[in-house]
C-alpha cells in the first residue's frame, strides 16, 4: 500500500485498538495473577501491596496452596468441567441433528430456520434463564402438565437441581452449536451422500464417512464456543442451581462478592483461566486455519 | 436431490424449537396473570404493566442500560471495524498472533473472569492515578467496549474475507490514495456488517449482567442487575411483564432487520 501518509492511517488503524486490549484485556491479566499472589487484609483495597514498606518482594503462594489441597474447591472445579461436558454433549446430540434439518431444507424454510435459531439469541440471557425457573417451579408449568396428565400425583423436584443447570446450559448455549454446525453442514455437498449410497453405502455408513468428516469442523467449533463459557458460567447455577451447586463460576463470585477475599478469588479465576487456556488456543488455532482456507 | 426429511430429524426439529421458544412464550402468558403469585393462575389482567410503568427504579436502571450500550455500541464499532480492516487486508505483521489472541479470547472467556480482571484493573488504576474516582457509567462502558468490539472486529472480517477485492484494487490502480479508498469504497460496502455488529454490540452491552455487576459501583444499577437483584430470590410478576415487552420488541426488532436485509439481498443482482 502507499508510503507517507497511508502508512501513518495504517500504523494508526493497528496502533489505537491495540493500545485498547493490552490496557483492558491483557493488562487485567497481569493484575489478576499478582494479586493472587498477595494476603488478603482488611483495609482498602483489601490485599497487601506487592512490594511491602521494606521494598521486598511480598508473594505468597497461599492461596494456590490452599485451593489445591482444599478438596472442596477441586471437587467444583471437576465438576464444573463435568457438568460443562455434558452439557456440550446434550448441545451436540440436540444441534446436529436441528443443524441437519436447517441445513437440508428448501432454502425460504432454511432461512426462516435459521432466524428462528438466532432470535433468542438476541433475548437477554437473563430474561431467557429466569423464564425457565417459572417453568420448573414446583407450581410451574411443566409440573402442572405432569399432574394434569397423570403422569406424577405430586410435583417433582426441578428447579434447583442439577437437572434445571442442564436444562438452563443447553437452552442458553444451543445457538452457539447449531450456527457452526449449520455453517459446515450447508456446504456438504448432496451429491456426495447420493454417490455413497449409490455405491451400495448404509445411510449409517454414509453419515460416519461422509458426513460427519465434512462436518468435523463445525461440531470442533460449537464444542469450544459451548465448552468453554459454560465451565465458568455464573448466572445459570445462581438461578437455577441448589445452594450446594458447585460451580466454579458461582464459587468465584461468592468468594469475592460474599467473603469479600479478593486474593482468593483471584487465584480461583488463575486455575480456572488454567484450565480452559488449552480449549481457548485449540479454538484460535482452529480459526485461523478456518480462515486461510477461506482467504485461498 | 433427497429434500425429504426423515421423521426423525422432523421431531427433533420440532422438539428443539419448542425447547427454544416455549419458556418465552409461557412468560409473556403469565405476564398477564393477575395473581401476585406469579406461578398460580389468578385471571387476565394487565396490571403489572402498569406498575412497571409507575416503577422509577426500573426506569433509570433501563435509561442508565440504554446509554451505556449506544456509547459501547458506537466505539465498540469504529475499534472493531479497524480492527477488522487490520485483519483482513493488512496481512502479515508484528504481533498479529497476540491480536487474533485478544480477539478470539473474549468470545468464550468466561464472564467472572473478565469482569473480576477488569475491576482489579480499575482499582489498580484508580490507586496509580485517581483514575477512575468513581465506578459507574464509564467503568461498565469501558468493559463492555472491551468485549464487544471481538464481535464486531469478527463479523466485520469475515465480511471482508467473503468480498471481492476487486473494486479496491481498481480504485488504487486508477491512484486513489488508500485512506480514501478505504471511506469512498471499502466503508460503505461493509456498511450492512458495521450495522450488524453495532446492533449485536448494543444488545451484548444491553444483557450483560456479570460483568456490569463487577465493574459497577455503588449506586449505578443496569437494567440487567435490578432485574437480578429481583428474581434471585423466584419468580416475580412485575418481571414478568418486564420480560415480555424487552421479547416482543427484541423479537419486533430482527424479524424487521431480517425483512429488510432480506429486500436489501434481492434487489441487489446476486453474482
Keep these: ?296 | 436431490m433427497n429434500n425429504k426429511r426423515s421423521p426423525f430429524i422432523f421431531s427433533v426439529l420440532a422438539f428443539g424449537y419448542a425447547f427454544l421458544y416455549i419458556p418465552l412464550v409461557s412468560v409473556i402468558v403469565y405476564s398477564f396473570n393477575d395473581s401476585r403469585l406469579a406461578t398460580v393462575w389468578g385471571g387476565f389482567s394487565t396490571r403489572w404493566y402498569g406498575e412497571l410503568l409507575r416503577n422509577d427504579q426500573v426506569l433509570d436502571a433501563a435509561l442508565l442500560s440504554l446509554r451505556i450500550a449506544v456509547t459501547t455500541a458506537t466505539f465498540a464499532t469504529i475499534l472493531g471495524t479497524m480492527l477488522g480492516l487490520v485483519l483482513a487486508r493488512f496481512g502479515n505483521f508484528r504481533g498479529r498472533t497476540l491480536l487474533t489472541g485478544m480477539i478470539t479470547s473474549p468470545l468464550v472467556m468466561p464472564e467472572v473472569i473478565t469482569g473480576l480482571s477488569l475491576l482489579l484493573l480499575f482499582v489498580s488504576l484508580h490507586g496509580l492515578f485517581g483514575w477512575p474516582a468513581t465506578r459507574g457509567f464509564s467503568t461498565i462502558t469501558i468493559a463492555h467496549i472491551t468485549f464487544a468490539m471481538a464481535y464486531v472486529t469478527v463479523i466485520v472480517r469475515s465480511r471482508l474475507a467473503a468480498m471481492d477485492q476487486s473494486l479496491e484494487e481498481a480504485a488504487m490502480d486508477l491512484g486513489c490514495r488508500p485512506l480514501r479508498v478505504v471511506f469512498d469504497i471499502t466503508i460503505p460496502l461493509i456498511a450492512p456488517a458495521m450495522i450488524s455488529g453495532w446492533l449485536l454490540a448494543f444488545t451484548l452491552s444491553l444483557d450483560d449482567l456479570v460483568i456490569s455487576s463487577f465493574v459497577s459501583g455503588p449506586g449505578a444499577s443496569t437494567l440487567p442487575m435490578l432485574i437480578f437483584s429481583k428474581v434471585r430470590l423466584g419468580v416475580t410478576p412485575d418481571i414478568n411483564a418486564l420480560a415480555s415487552i424487552i421479547i416482543l420488541l427484541v423479537s419486533l426488532g430482527v424479524v424487521a432487520a431480517w425483512l429488510v436485509s432480506r429486500r436489501m439481498q434481492k434487489s441487489l443482482p446476486s453474482n
Excluded at chain 1, 94 to 117: C, D, E, H, K, T
Excluded at chain 1, 142 to 149: A, E, G, P, T
Excluded at chain 1, 216 to 224: D, E, F, H, T
Excluded at chain 1, 257 to 262: A, I, T
Aim: net charge negative; proline share 7%; hydrophobic share 55%.
Design chain 1, 1 to 296: 500500500m502507499g508510503q507517507g501518509r497511508g502508512m501513518l492511517w495504517q500504523w494508526f488503524a493497528v496502533a489505537v485498538p491495540y493500545a485498547w486490549l493490552l490496557v483492558f484485556f491483557l493488562a487485567p491479566f497481569v493484575i489478576i495473577l499478582k494479586i493472587s499472589l498477595a494476603d488478603p487484609v482488611i483495609a482498602q483495597p483489601p490485599f497487601t501491596p506487592f512490594i511491602d514498606d521494606q521494598n521486598n518482594l511480598a508473594v505468597t503462594l497461599e492461596n494456590f496452596r490452599f485451593l489445591l489441597s482444599d478438596r472442596l474447591y477441586l471437587l467444583t472445579y471437576l465438576n464444573s468441567v463435568m457438568m460443562a461436558g455434558v452439557a456440550t454433549l446434550l448441545c451436540l446430540l440436540l444441534g446436529f441433528p436441528m443443524a441437519y434439518g436447517i441445513a437440508r431444507s428448501s432454502p425460504v424454510q432454511r432461512n426462516l430456520l435459521l432466524l428462528l435459531v438466532v432470535l433468542p439469541f438476541w433475548i437477554s440471557f437473563l430474561l431467557r434463564v429466569y423464564a425457565w425457573m417459572g417453568l420448573l417451579n414446583n407450581h410451574g408449568v411443566i409440573n402442572n402438565v405432569l399432574m394434569w396428565l397423570g403422569v406424577i400425583d405430586q410435583p417433582i423436584q426441578i428447579l434447583y437441581t442439577n437437572i434445571a443447570i442442564y436444562i438452563g446450559l443447553v437452552y442458553s448455549y444451543l445457538p452457539f452449536m447449531i450456527l457452526p454446525l449449520y455453517a459446515s453442514l450447508e456446504r456438504l455437498d448432496l451429491d456426495l451422500l447420493d454417490a455413497a449410497q449409490d455405491l451400495g453405502a448404509t445411510p449409517r455408513q454414509a453419515f460416519w464417512d461422509v458426513t460427519w468428516p465434512l462436518a468435523r469442523p463445525g461440531v470442533i467449533a460449537g464444542c469450544l464456543l459451548v465448552f468453554i463459557p459454560a465451565t465458568g458460567e455464573y448466572v445459570i447455577p445462581f438461578l437455577l442451581g441448589g445452594p450446594e451447586s458447585l460451580m466454579i463460576g458461582r464459587v468465584l463470585f461468592d468468594e469475592f462478592f460474599v467473603n469479600k477475599d479478593w486474593p482468593l478469588a483471584s487465584a480461583v479465576a488463575i486455575i480456572l483461566l488454567l484450565l480452559i487456556v488449552v480449549p481457548i488456543v485449540l479454538l484460535q488455532r482452529f480459526q485461523s486455519a478456518e480462515d486461510d482456507g477461506a482467504r485461498t
